[in-house]
Each structure stands twice: as C-alpha cells, then as structure tokens.
C-alpha cells in the first residue's frame, strides 16, 4: 500500500506577500465574472481582493496568490468540450471537481450547460467553499461540500454496494465510489510526493465509474524529465513528465481493473505547458503545467 504523506506547513518566513498586480483575466474569464458576480469592473476586483486576502492568510498557496482561484482553468484543458457535451446529452454523467477551491471551475461548467445537479465540489477546506459563496452568492444548485480523499478506503471492502444516496446529500467520498463519469483535478497532484500521488490516483480510480466514456482530467505542475520540484516554499513535491504520467496511470489501471483493461481500454493524453512566470509564485524557475486526461474507452 502506497504511503500518504499529507501536507506541511510551511515556514511563514518563505510566504511571499500578495501582489494586487498578478490578477489577470482573458476575455472569457471577466465576462463569465461579470455576469456572475457584478458587471461593475471595481466592485469585481474589490471581492475578488477580498477574498484573497482572507484565504491567504489562513492557506497562503502559490495559487492564491496568482489569482488562479478565478481563473477557469479546466475549461481550458482540451478535452472539455467532450466532457461538457457528454453532461448535456442526459445520459447522468456526474462530474466531480476534487479540490474545487472557491468553485470557479465549477460554476463555470454548470453556466455552460452541465446540470447542476450533476455536478459536485469537493474541497478540503471549508473556508474556500464559504469564500466561493461570498463571492459569487448562494444562488448555485451544485452541492459544494468538504471531504479528505485520503479518508476513502482502498481498496474498499470486497462486495460493498454502490452508495444510492442522492448526489445532492453527499457529504463524504467515500459515498461515491464508482459513481463519478468526469473526474476534474486541478492543481491538486502536484502538492505531494511520488508515492502520495499514487495513492491518490487510486482513489480517484475506486470513485470512477469505469466505463466507456468516463474521463480523469486536469493541470498541475510537471517537470521535463519526472523528478523532485525545487520549492521555493520548502515542499516535498514530485514532478511527473508528459512521459511519467500515463504510466502511472496505466499502472493504476493495472492495478484496479487488469493489465488488459490499462492497456486496451485506457488512453491518457499529457502536455507539458509553458504555465507560468516565475514572479507569479516567486518560484527559483518557471512553473511548467502537466495538461492531461485519462479516457476510458
């Protein structure tokens, strides 16, 4: 069984302070802010300040502070618009954001057409789901809860039912295994070691409902070739590359299904991106981005 090694605080000396500066938007992400939380420019910056701030001071993550909480990441990733035509089809696809932060992503994909009462956030942190709500009000149908996907047994007990409650009573993981048709993790794997990454992989595998047309997707930092990221805050992190990645998937598959099943029916897809500037995290390097997704077919 794969060791978890969860988070550590980090060195308040090393936490860079926030740069106002760093928020930016493209055409796409301010309309789809201003239509969901104020249409007045200034009011928009001052809430998306706001909540920043308060978020940082209790969770002072590099994505915080590059303003990555509002900008729409996963609808960025190539396959989105599979995912979002198969939630509208009506077919009860279920889409899962794992570390939803303050539901950006989320919210963004209900907008777009997925129904809302198929779509869950999950995040760890409570206080991200409370901010998302300040920010863009409680008007939303999307059950955001919190729950600690390394809490998710695995491998589940042999001849455990699949869980019937109704996706708008979840509050817990584990109430989802083999439930979940579109799994979304961004910037999520890269917090953690090797081994922790793996276990996490097949916690992400027991929650998917692994059929044709289930797809895992999402971004985090990646390295060239896989080894250990040089953090400037001091973290134990691991860097897979566009190479690493679906091997490691392939082996997941292997391990929770058969060798057959990773080798005909799993496909993953993975592109190591230019990603960001090192003042956005006031990293020692630029921080490549890992764009990827693992169809089953």
Known sequence: MSKITREVTVDPTVIPPLDESLLSLSDTEAAFLHRTITADDFELRKRIM???KEAYAEHPYPCIRGFHFVNLMMSANPIYPQVLQAGKSG???VLLDLGCCMGSDVRKIVSDGYPAK????VDLRQQFLDLGYRLYGQSWDTNFFTSDIFEVPYPFPRDTPIDTT???SVGDLSQLRGRITHFYAGALFHLFDEATQYAL?????ELLDRKTGAVVFGRHQGLIEAGMIDDHLGRNRYGHSAASWPLLWKKIFSE???SEFAEKKVVVEAELTEGFA??????RSQANMLVWSVRIV
């Open 201 to 205: 992989a097949l916690r992400v595998a």
């Open 256 to 258: 929770v299904e058969s």
């Open 118 to 121: 198929n779509v869950l956030g």
């Open 50 to 52: 706001e909540v920043q």
């Open 166 to 168: 109704p996706l708008a």
């Open 91 to 93: 077919n009860h696809s």
């Open 278 to 283: 090192q003042h956005v995290f006031r990293a």
